[in-house]
């Protein structure tokens, strides 16, 4: 029975998403439904969490709007996702970021090679 679920959650995975970690600056492009129409919208901010693994593996992303913080979850594997790409590969020493939500000003992070 497991081998079955293994071979549809293998299907449904998607092979074009890059390596990234917790820490790095990343730009997701998803698509956006308004009405009839359909657009590209980018989000760019730091990867705060990963979690999960498989199908069901999400990362968080937080980006500064202003004077507001946003975060958002991204399911990995799903359509909705155009495409992600790695703006700015970053160094951190722990798994989850969850303190930076609480943070007023920028949070700065080393850069790894």
Request: charged share 35%; aromatic share 6%.
């Amino acid at each position: 029975m497991t081998n079955l679920v293994d071979k549809i959650a293998k299907k449904h995975m998607r092979k074009d998403i890059p390596e990234f970690r917790v820490g790095d600056t990343v730009r997701v492009d998803v698509w956006v439904k308004e009405g009839k129409k359909e657009r590209i919208q980018a989000f760019e901010g730091l990867v705060i969490a990963k979690k999960g693994g498989g199908v069901s593996e999400t990362f968080t992303v937080r980006k500064k709007s202003g004077t507001v913080g946003v975060i958002r979850v991204f399911p990995v594997n799903a359509p909705t996702i155009d495409k992600i790409t790695v703006v700015k590969k970053g160094m951190v020493r722990r798994a989850k970021l969850n303190f930076i939500k609480k943070m007023r000003k920028e949070y700065k992070v080393k850069e790894r090679n």
